[in-house]
């Protein structure tokens, strides 16, 4: 590994993301990579490794991993950390860095895609609300407007148009 | 019903090292000092600790404790009072008014000191509050299994069973040992961000004893870091890295496993393994005493942002000393001691000069 390969301001750019902050408490304990599900099943999955690649400035390596995206967000990490990184919250940091720069996996795509259509990842149809009807429960409208919004698809409500049915 | 009254230059709160550290200083300097020590019996927590010499002494300062203890019921300016304790505290004059309460339980035990037999009003000049530290309970990192994994022991108790001789050839023989440092220490999620500066230390001498004893035996050590232990603990390293294996891990968890505890921890690279141990010492750390907050308003002192008593800032005459006001080693405790009676002794001095001056 080589120094000038490494970009020191990863670290602080994963920090300053939703989330990113624990990064900066981590002891490199592996309390995390002793007890996370994910790494028990893929060798090649270790939280500590992510974070200490992360911390050294591997940008492109962490970015374009494909182990980022395998985290099942368990929080199991978050429970024995004695320094309370909240690494599945760090991860969710460095996925968002990774999804802008165009590294998200297309299982990641597909999911967006069915947010943006319809709002949630299943969609509704008349089974659902015939069975709340029966229950007395008012009609569930596919509102897929916000995601639409966060995804960059159309301005965010308020700012213009109407909420597509 | 009025109180027995007693006079004393210096009143010390604690019978343990600091304590008697202390009150052994002051009577050098002709300051004579009264202890009053909750327990039947002196000697705090350093009754409990063991000797960690193999070839050479280790340094531990637990047999100092004796010589202390001998000191302490040989000077004629110490007076000793057990199963006592501080129940109000009020300035007085130059000094504090302090009343004492006999603790049940306060038969007169082997060792100095007789117990209080009734309600006592105590006129002071000075107070050194040396209460000690709490180790902490590891009841309290579940994951670790203190009290549910058979072979599971807090520190404290590997200390009790190595100085009453129950490891060894001819007692229980564990061929595998594991320590885990830093439980209840550097731990954000427990709120205890400090570090307790004598585990690593104690760990790492008491595996060594354990190999000494039962050379077949191999030691491991789960660690964060290696802190500094005291004097020539780098020169040490060395030589105890070849006697015991450090693994820098801090374990995820130990379960009951087949008859004996199992260690659950990911060396760098690798896929977390389960490792069988016949013992698992957990390293606890060292946290501000019981009733740090009631003591503290006691007698006005403040305490830290880690919940430890200070007295900076706080009443004239009251000063803290030995672990009550910090993690410290026992050498350390009693130098601490020292500090805290010249204090008390030069605040005695110049009250007195004041007097007939």
Not at chain 1, 120 to 136: Q, Y
Not at chain 2, 194 to 204: D, E, N, P
Request: proline share 7%.
């Amino acid at each position: 590994m080589r120094l000038n390969d490494c970009d020191p301001g990863f670290k602080h750019e994963v920090a300053a993301e939703p989330g990113g902050e624990g990064i900066r408490a981590c002891f490199a304990c592996a309390a995390c990579s002793a007890r996370c599900p994910v790494g028990a099943n893929r060798p090649d999955y270790d939280p500590r490794r992510l974070i200490r690649l992360t911390l050294l400035g591997r940008r492109d390596e962490v970015l374009s991993s494909p182990l980022i995206w395998l985290c099942s967000s368990c929080y199991t990490c978050g429970e024995v950390c004695p320094q309370q990184v909240r690494f599945t919250e760090v991860l969710t940091a460095i996925k968002n860095i990774a999804a802008r720069e165009g590294h998200a996996p297309p299982s990641a795509k597909i999911t967006a895609e069915l947010l943006a259509k319809q709002g949630r990842l299943l969609e509704v149809t008349d089974f659902e609300n015939d069975k709340r009807a029966d229950l007395g429960l008012p009609p569930v409208e596919q509102r897929p407007g916000d995601f639409q919004a966060i995804l960059g698809l159309k301005p965010a409500e308020g700012e213009a148009g109407e909420e597509p049915r | 019903m009025t109180n027995a009254q007693l006079d004393t230059p210096v009143l010390i709160l604690g019978g343990g090292v600091a304590g008697l550290a202390a009150a052994v200083d002051l009577a050098r300097r002709g300051v004579a000092a009264t202890i009053i020590e909750r327990e039947p019996r002196l000697g705090g927590r350093a009754s409990q600790f063991c000797c960690k010499a193999t070839e050479a002494c280790a340094r531990c300062g637990a047999c100092r404790l004796g010589e202390l203890l001998v000191q302490a019921a040989h000077l004629p300016q110490i007076t000793i009072y057990t199963a006592a304790l501080a129940v109000a505290a009020q300035p007085q004059g130059d000094g504090w008014r302090v009343e004492l309460s006999p603790q049940p339980g306060g038969e007169i035990g082997p060792g100095p000191g007789r117990p209080l037999r009734e309600r006592t009003t105590l006129n002071t000049q000075a107070v050194i509050l040396a209460v000690g530290g709490e180790a902490f309970n590891p009841a309290g990192k579940t994951r670790f299994g203190h009290g549910r994994v058979d072979g599971v022991f807090s520190a404290l108790e590997l200390e009790a069973m190595l100085s009453q001789g129950a490891l060894g050839p001819d007692g229980l023989a564990p061929a595998k040992v594991a320590f885990i440092q830093c439980v209840g220490s550097r731990d954000a999620s427990l709120g205890r961000l400090w570090c307790s500066r004598v585990c690593c230390g104690y760990a790492l001498r008491m595996g060594r004893v354990i190999r000494k004893l039962l050379p077949e035996s191999q030691v491991t050590f789960f660690h964060m870091d290696v802190q500094d232990y005291g004097r020539a603990w780098e020169d040490e390293l060395p030589e105890l890295r070849k006697q015991m294996r450090f693994v820098r891990a801090m374990p995820g968890e130990v379960t009951a496993g087949d008859g004996r505890p199992e260690v659950t921890y990911a060396l760098a690279g690798e896929q977390a393994i389960k490792e069988g141990f016949d013992l698992v010492v957990l390293s606890v750390g060292l946290g501000p005493p019981n009733g740090a907050s009631a003591l503290g308003e006691l007698f006005g002192a403040a305490k830290d942002s880690d919940g430890f008593l200070t007295t900076d800032g706080g009443p004239a005459g009251v000063f803290v000393a030995g672990a009550a006001a910090g993690p410290r080693s026992l050498n350390e405790s009693m130098v601490h001691g020292g500090l805290a009676a010249s204090q008390a002794a030069s605040r005695v001095a110049s009250l007195t000069e004041a007097r007939h001056g």
